[in-house]
């Protein structure tokens, strides 16, 4: 049974950090992409940042770039997101999720991720 498990999330002030993690199980992900997703209230889900499991590529967002780092231990099959300089519009339920699918350009698109994990609260005050 595969299992996405998210972890991090919280309160922050405007300008602080957090760093999330996700947790994989019941599958091997070795050609799998793994993303970052979010979905504000009254939002779709929207993609953040995306790491093939090889660690040959990366995508961000245009919003997040520069300030969120995407990373991943193999050892532990954990994908992180480093977030600094975190801003209110950053508030949203962040998801984890793995995908089959690499698009060679654009982002990864939420219609294309096979598994999901069931999110973790990240919200930003001002």
């Known amino acids: 049974q595969v299992q996405l498990v998210e972890s991090g999330g919280g309160l922050v002030q405007a300008g602080g950090s957090l760093r999330l993690s996700c947790a994989a199980s019941?599958?091997?992900?070795?050609?799998?992409?793994m993303g970052w997703f979010r979905q504000a209230p009254g939002k779709e889900r929207e993609f953040v940042a995306g790491?093939?499991?090889?660690?040959?590529?990366?995508k961000y967002t245009d919003p997040v770039k520069g300030r969120f780092s995407i990373s991943k231990d193999n050892t532990k099959n954990t994908v992180s997101l480093q977030m600094n300089s975190l801003k209110p519009e950053d508030t949203a339920v962040y998801y984890c999720?793995?995908?089959?699918?690499?698009?060679?350009?654009?982002?990864?698109?939420?219609?294309?991720?096979?598994?999901w994990g069931k999110g973790t609260l990240v919200t930003v005050s001002s």
């Open positions: 019941g599958r091997t992900f070795s050609n799998y992409a």
């Open positions: 999720g793995a995908s089959s699918l690499w698009p060679v350009a654009g982002p990864l698109s939420s219609r294309d991720m096979d598994y």
């Open positions: 790491i093939l499991w090889s660690g040959s590529s990366i």
